[in-house]
């Protein structure tokens, strides 16, 4: 039987790239139904993710025009990952596998057959990988490696180049449900859930259309939520750099108490002056990020819901 798939698209503010996007994703669907390898009854899920422009209401519309088409609206806007888990968890029983993508097409829309050669090929987690990054801006490019090379220094395992382009089958669908964390960070999460998994390389593309919903801000907040949700070793490394920088501090001390009695050495203690505030600075950072996790922390412990679906249009 053919595979039944859905595509899972988080949209915000995509009025610019929706026409264009939806032409080229179901031209796409309609080349896999016909060759058999996906069912015909499989859809485009998009996503509307609070969005302020028209993305709804002409998501609205190509669902009453077409039952290819079907579209998830949360209450408000909730981020990225949220939106795409909202979509993801909203379709799993429907489906037998979903491919995430952004709206953008950022993400070569041809991957989708070789996913599907390793889902068939008996995968459950098939990873989007890029293999360049050309398109990306200087900046973007290497703040991103960057990235990657620390979260696998804090021991996090994340896939290397990969973003939030996968495909996951029902059982693995079935595996993120039960990850109930707030501070949600996908590309962490699916490597803890197992199963056998996949890599497929694509060139990733410019947005054609519209501009990045990810400024700076945002793409840092992501990348930080990253490393804290998933990695205690930062606090680890603080409690090292203070134990290295009290040993220290004591061996100055005695050096400059015997060098004073013998007279080996006289120290000027106005630099001392200084080292107060880099020890009160190396305090305050280390207090920040404790708190950092214990508010993360408090906010997991309210385990409030991560996003409400007001409207489900699927048939
Ligand atoms: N997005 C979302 N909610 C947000 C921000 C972004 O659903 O609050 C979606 C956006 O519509 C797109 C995807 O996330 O489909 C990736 O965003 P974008 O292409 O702007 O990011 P970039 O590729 O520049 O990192
Ligand atoms: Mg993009």
Redo the contacts with the bound molecule.
Sequence with gaps: MATKLYLV??????EAVLPETTRRLREKMRTLMEAGRISFDSRVCL?D?GSRDKTWPMIATLHREEPLFAGVKLSR?R??QN?LLAGLMTVKDRCDCTISM???L?DDIEVIDRFLDAYEAGCDIVYGVRSSRETDTEFKRSTAQGYYKLMAMLGVEIVYNHADCRLMSRRALEALAEYKEVNLFLRGIVPLIGYKTATVEYARAE?FAGE???PLK??LALAFEGITSFSIRPIRLLLAAGILMAGLAACFFLWAALGRLFGFFAPAWPPIVPSIFLVGGIQLAAIGLVGEYVGRTYLEVKHRPRYFVETFLDD
């Design positions: 698209i988080p949209c915000y503010n995509e996503v993710d806007n981020g990225h939106a952004d709206a953008d950022q947005r990045s919903k990810y945002k793409m």
